[in-house]
């Protein structure tokens, strides 16, 4: 389970992938790119982005004055990145165990098989990042994804 169902294909419909673009650009949905920059613009400040561990077919933000949110996916390989950027500075810290990034900050993982979050501040904004297997299978992976954001 990936958080995401890709609808089935028929003759004449659109294709899966098509049809999750179009769900996601009715909910607000834009280019990654464009979303990142309004968010930026509102909070007069700049965002860290990840280094994907793998290429996604689909990419797209969207972004309010207080919340950015960044999805990628692989629709071929069921692999799905949620990445919610934020101007709260505060942590959800149940049930985590606390893990500390190469920069030193501080960070919470939370493992709910086969979903995987993590969630730390930086600079002023409050980084969550969702995923699931097999993008990360455990929090070593989890750790080393996090340590891509610059």
């Known amino acids: 389970m990936l958080g995401f169902n ?6 004449g419909e659109s294709t899966p992938e098509q049809a999750l673009l179009e769900d996601m650009r009715e909910d607000g949905y834009i280019e990654i790119e464009d979303a990142v920059a309004s968010f930026e613009e509102h909070q007069q400040m700049e965002v860290k982005l990840p280094r994907l561990p793998f290429q996604s077919t689909i990419a797209l933000g969207k972004a309010s ?9 692989d629709t071929v390989n069921h692999a799905h990145i949620r990445v919610t950027i934020g101007s709260r500075l505060s ?3 149940s049930h985590a165990v606390a893990v500390t990034l190469k920069n030193g900050v ?3 993982y939370r493992e709910d098989l086969p979903h995987h979050t993590l969630s730390f501040i930086s600079d002023g904004l ?3 990042i969702y995923t699931s297997e097999p993008v990360v299978t455990n929090q070593r992976e989890m750790v080393e ?3 891509s954001f610059n």
């Open 145 to 147: 994804f996090a340590n």
């Open 6 to 11: 890709l609808p089935h294909t028929v003759a």
């Open 126 to 128: 409050t980084y969550d």
């Open 65 to 73: 004055p207080d919340t950015l949110t960044l999805q990628w996916f």
């Open 106 to 108: 501080k960070a919470f």
């Open 91 to 93: 942590l959800n810290k």
